[in-house]
């Protein structure tokens, strides 16, 4: 039973508009959440992550919103550009510190 | 620093064989990840090693799988025998702590994989 769902395996934008990325968690033990990025050919790369006790964290063009009681989580990227074409992943992790991957969403941004 | 260093990085072997992939982490990181990455399971974690003693092994699929970590600056996870359900990418990532506290330590830093192909 997965535990992080990104129900999304594809997304498209065009460059320059918003891309948003979602995730759902089952487990409400989790209190850290993080999202990374990953090329063809490389390992995940962590992007940003929040905690529990916030429910919004932004870093340049990315936005991570959190909604606990809806266990829900997005990504933003404003404005998208072709470079952001890559693998999100979104993770979380509860009191054991091990971080449960979701599957992943393939994001294309468009030129 | 080179970063999380994974070899090989594609593998090619027939089912029954033994396979060894090795990683080396990243320097002064106490601790080492080893991953999955399937299409149907995505990233999932196998076994993780702080100060080279393995803590939690629960994720390692079957008694084929064994991971060891001798030093401080080398790991291998081993597939004995190797079967085509076991093709994959499997990741090796160390960090300084465990994630929680959203501190740059905790932040794990993937190698680039091994590309497994079981015959």
């Known amino acids: 039973d997965q535990q992080v769902k990104q129900n999304s395996p594809s997304l498209s934008v065009q460059e320059g508009r918003i891309s948003i990325l979602n995730c759902d968690y089952t487990?409400?033990?989790?209190?850290?959440f993080l999202w990374y990025k990953k090329y063809p050919a490389e390992g995940p790369t962590f992007l940003i992550s929040?905690?529990?006790?916030?429910d919004k964290n932004e870093d340049g063009r990315f936005t991570v919103f959190l909604n606990k009681s809806a266990k829900h989580l997005s990504l933003h990227i404003v404005p998208s550009q072709p470079g952001d074409s890559a693998v999100y992943f979104c993770?979380?992790?509860?009191?054991?510190?091990?971080?449960?991957f979701g599957s992943g969403t393939q994001l294309t941004v468009l030129p | 620093d080179a970063g999380v260093i994974q070899s090989p990085r594609h593998e090619v072997t027939e089912m029954g064989q033994e396979v060894t992939l090795r990683c080396k982490p990243i320097?002064?990181?106490?601790?080492l990840f080893w991953y999955r990455q399937t299409m149907m399971r995505g990233l999932e974690l196998l076994i993780y090693?702080?100060?080279?003693?393995?803590?939690?092994d629960s994720g390692m699929p079957e008694d084929r799988f064994s991971a060891k970590m001798p030093n401080a600056s080398f790991s291998t996870l081993k597939i004995q025998p190797s079967e085509p359900r076991d093709s994959a990418v499997y990741f090796c990532?160390?960090?300084?702590?465990?994630?929680?506290?959203?501190?740059?330590?905790?932040?794990?830093?993937f190698g680039p994989g091994t590309r497994l192909l079981v015959l």
């Open positions: 990532a160390s960090s300084q702590g465990l994630a929680g506290g959203g501190t740059l330590q905790e932040t794990q830093y």
């Open positions: 487990n409400s033990m989790f209190d850290y």
């Open positions: 929040i905690s529990s006790i916030k």
């Open positions: 993770a979380a992790s509860g009191s054991a510190r091990q971080l449960t």
């Open positions: 320097s002064g990181h106490d601790y």
């Open positions: 090693f702080n100060n080279n003693v393995p803590i939690d």
